[in-house]
């Protein structure tokens, strides 16, 4: 599959059909299409002698889908950044990347300097460009499509390469998952996460590869319950893509049911565990609809595995007391389950889950030191692949794969990897705090919230309301999803015999 030319026939298809609505703004595929063709012509005119990626920032507008695809169509790689994200992070991420232009499609933050284009300036763009992009400017498959940043253990975020190939071959595995490509053209796709968030990449590429149309889920929206709500009716979604965690909160409205999404198709989870307890209340609210749960980083393009939750598989796990299976590995991918050594274990025994295949990422942007720690290659079926190191534990029975959550000190909250020490690096930022452990609340073998135990000078104030101004005070520096839930002060760290903090004796304070 090449994604830019299924999205160029469903412009010459039906030009007129919605492919992005978000708010009470829509773009058609002929939009689109046209679009990101003149946008495209200008980047490439005028930062003909560079491919460096392209920062592009805002939130749910879908210019950000143009600007998207300008950068492709131009040959350069994009890095999505979302409002949500702080200030200090986005402008980190900037200067890694030092790109030539950064298009700013929503959003207040001061550049401070950047060669930066508003989206006034880039519907002027569009709308004067003459030239016409040449489909031999595209990028090639071995480029970068999309670089995402996320959680790096120093504080800073890290950039995880995909290129055009790597989502191609996804697309052609994440088209047909719940039914066939063909099945889903004209579809309505539901949006939740932002497209800073690589769960992002299932629904919306998934959709336009489909020719169906894609609902954003505003911040607004997600804000107010009543207006999520009246969106979902609106919508009429059929394909639903999001976390567990997204649908336990909707299913906390009992009118969040079968009569609210009534051609509801199907659930594709992502990013996180799926319980046994979502599942159940899945299957009561949404009577024959199809839950699907998938599996897989950042670093092999969204997901590698999946598989369809049957009442049957339900109760097979249920009584045996086990966590949901994540499933079977998409075609052209490998995983296997390796020990310290590297090597290949039976099934049935608990390892490092190793992605072999052809999605996985080329590595790091601009970080050899990291990409060497945890890519490698090797071969498979006659052929050399690139393979990942994912940190995550798991298991195989009956060529299904259990995850069984992390090695190191890497978790998964409501759907966002989160590397703890990012976390615990940035709180030691606070003069105030001397020492910070972070532990994760873990309950069905999923995580349910952060706990930091801190210790540092109180300065006259109650343990609490110490607790209370650091968490205020991380907002400027951490987004909300990474802050702890509680902050809570203690006189100090408990040691381990290896002199490391004792995270297995907080755990127990919890």
Known sequence: ?????????????????????????????????????????????????????????????????????????????????????????????????????????????????????????????????TEIIDESCWVKPDDNYYIIFTSGSTGKPKGVQITFDCLNNYLDWSTNLGSGKEDKEGKNFGNQAPFSFDLSVMDLYTCLACGGTLHTLTKKMQENYGLMYEHFEKSDINVWVS?????????????????????????????????????QKLHERFPGVKVINTYGPTESTVAVSDVLITSELLDEMTVKGKSLPVGHEKPGTWLEIHNEKGEILPEGQQGEIIIIGDTVSTGYFGRDDLTEKAFFKCVRGGREY??????????????????N???????????????????ENNMLKLPQISHAVVIPNVKEGKVKSLTAFVTGELGGRTPQEFG???????????????????????????????????????????
């Open 1 to 129: 599959m090449n994604i830019l030319k299924e999205i160029k026939k469903f412009s010459k298809i039906n030009k007129d059909r919605i492919a992005i609505h978000s708010g009470d703004t829509c773009l058609s595929y002929g939009q689109l299409d046209d679009y990101s063709d003149r946008l495209a012509a200008w980047l490439n005119r005028e930062y003909k002698e560079s491919r460096t990626p392209v920062i592009v920032y805002g939130h749910k507008n879908p210019y950000m889908i143009v600007c998207f695809l300008a950068c492709a169509k131009s040959g350069r790689a994009y890095c999505p950044q979302d409002i949500s994200i702080p200030d200090q992070r986005v402008l980190d991420t900037v200067e890694c990347v030092e790109p030539d232009v950064i298009l700013q499609v929503e959003g207040n933050i001061d550049f401070a300097g950047a060669n930066v284009k508003k989206l006034s300036d880039i519907e002027k763009i569009i709308e004067n460009e």
């Open 243 to 279: 976390t567990p965690s997204f649908a336990d909160m909707c299913m906390a409205d009992r009118k969040f049911n079968k009569e609210m999404l009534p051609n509801l198709e199907m659930f594709l989870f992502c990013g996180e565990v799926l319980t046994i307890s979502t599942v």
């Open 386 to 403: 690139r393979a990942y190191h994912t940190g995550d534990a798991g298991y195989k029975v009956g060529g299904q794969l259990f995850y």
């Open 405 to 423: 959550g992390r090695i190191d000190l890497q978790v998964k909250l409501n759907g966002y990897r989160i590397e703890i020490e990012d976390i």
């Open 468 to 510: 209370r101004e650091i968490k205020k005070e991380l907002k400027d520096i951490l987004p909300i999803y990474m802050i702890p839930k509680k902050v809570k002060y203690i006189e100090e760290i408990p040691m381990n015999n290896n002199g490391k903090a004792d995270r297995k004796y907080l755990g127990g304070l919890l």
